[in-house]
């Protein structure tokens, strides 16, 4: 996230998309993901798609997602299939196309 932020490059209407598939341990606490819901580094509306592959996974993000939904947030999606999340991506792609 810092990095991120420190990139003169970024731009906060960036879509992401974090794939935590492969991620075996997920070493991080209640009040960590509190924490770093807090910080702000997307635009309320980009579209951001989380990949979980476990229920553990899926529980955390849905968590995060809940925080930074309280700062109006709304472009975070939780999606347990890849090909989901880039259709969903590449949603907003085609609805700016459009616009």
Request: proline fraction near 4%; charge should be negative.
């Amino acid at each position: 996230m810092l990095r991120l932020l420190a990139d003169k490059a970024f731009e906060p209407s960036y879509a992401q998309l974090a794939d935590f598939r492969e991620v075996t341990e997920v070493p991080i606490t209640h009040s960590e993901i509190y924490q770093l819901a807090a910080r702000k580094v997307f635009a309320p509306d980009s579209r951001r798609a989380f990949v979980t592959r476990t229920p553990v996974q899926y529980g955390l993000c849905r968590m995060f997602q809940t925080y930074r939904s309280a700062y109006a947030e709304v472009g975070l999606q939780v999606f347990s299939d890849m090909d989901e999340a880039l259709k969903w991506l590449e949603k907003e792609d085609a609805e700016e196309a459009a616009g």
